[in-house]
């Protein structure tokens, strides 16, 4: 591996090696990918080297960007590359669905400084999923905790005023919550399968009520335009500036300034084609809104989506309906449709909890924080279980 800028050994860990290194196409693609994704069952397309180098390539990351790559690998004897982890030093709080606006205040207010910090995650991207990415085997726990460390000590060296791990799974966020951590908890909408036959197999499941409204809305939302999906190289760079249009269009309004450009979605398409889902809507022979979701192996992840034109109901459709339809007819387990929206609760989507892990060096506000998640993780956890209770299916009995 070349370009390597920092390297140093972890305490007794006297065989293995921690690089911290300034771009992902430095790391070899095989041996990211067989840390990142070893079950072809699970793969989460968002770990994959090829997504996180299209990233970097289209210069949505990287100088300037406020995400500045510091991906870790660990190598065993020999150069084996035993564990992996995406991290990226951060001179603001953008694009990462877990917010932290108020502790960079506390601590502005008592004279410390809070960025850079580091970011363990998926760049503007609130998908769940590993993020200490050790390769299966009898050390695979051992590394988890010696990339936690070395996550640690690249914050020391670079002056960094903390590590946040953000959208990883329970287990990693139970089993290194103990290693200087703090415990957060969040709340997204899945949709799961239930060995679902056919949309309306799911829709028999519904309290009548909540089926009759979905029936309404699918049906206005068809009348408006015609809709189909293309996928794999049925996808051409016409379908993706119809959609980069939509991205902007929609994505300006709601953020302000959406954080990908043109050429991240070309690159995607040319690297990782068989992944991408476009669904698409038709008016009068002119492409109007779309959704783009990647296939994962056991999961459809729904992630950007727009418009230039309204429709009642489209945005369901195309999102959410859309991407059950597809989950069914491919056998996945889930559908996730992105951060936030309890909207999603009336369309089959239930609430689960999400995970992040927090590393902060000040102790004032390391006692702070940990006092507020305390907190935070008992109102996450009851409402949760309150609208869980409250869903959108048929009471026993």
Known sequence: MK???KEFALGDAEQMIVKAVPRIDVIDAEAWDACANPDAATYNPFLAHAFLDALEKAGTVGQGTGWVPHHLVLEGPGGTVAGVMPLYAKSHSQG???????????????????YPKLQGAVP???VPGRRFLARPGPMQAETEKLLAHAA?????????????????????????????????????????NAGYRSFEDFLGTLSSRKRKQI???RAEAQAAVKIFSVSGPEITEAHWDAFFAFYMDTGSRKWGRPYLNRRF??????????????????????LVAGALNLIGGDCLYGRYWGANEHHPFLHFELCYYQAIDYAIAHGLARAEAGAQGEHKLARGYLPETTYSLHWLADPRL??????????????????????????PFKKDG
């Open 96 to 114: 990462e669905y877990v917010f932290d606006h108020a502790w960079a205040e506390a601590l502005h207010r008592v004279g410390g400084r809070y």
């Open 265 to 286: 979605f070309s690159l995607l398409g040319a690297a990782m084609a068989d992944r991408c889902l476009l669904i698409l809507a038709r008016r009068a022979g002119k």
């Open 124 to 126: 503007f991207t609130p």
């Open 215 to 217: 029936r309404k809305e």
């Open 152 to 192: 640690v000590a690249v914050a020391d060296r670079i002056g960094a005023s903390s590590v946040h791990v953000t959208f990883l799974t329970e287990g990693e966020w139970s089993r290194l919550g103990g290693e200087g951590f703090l415990k957060r908890t969040g709340q997204q909408f899945h949709w799961c």
């Open 3 to 5: 370009g390597m800028h």
């Open 366 to 391: 390391e006692a702070a924080v940990a006092r507020y998640l305390a907190e935070e993780r008992g109102e996450v956890a009851e409402i949760n279980a309150l609208l869980r209770e409250h869903g």
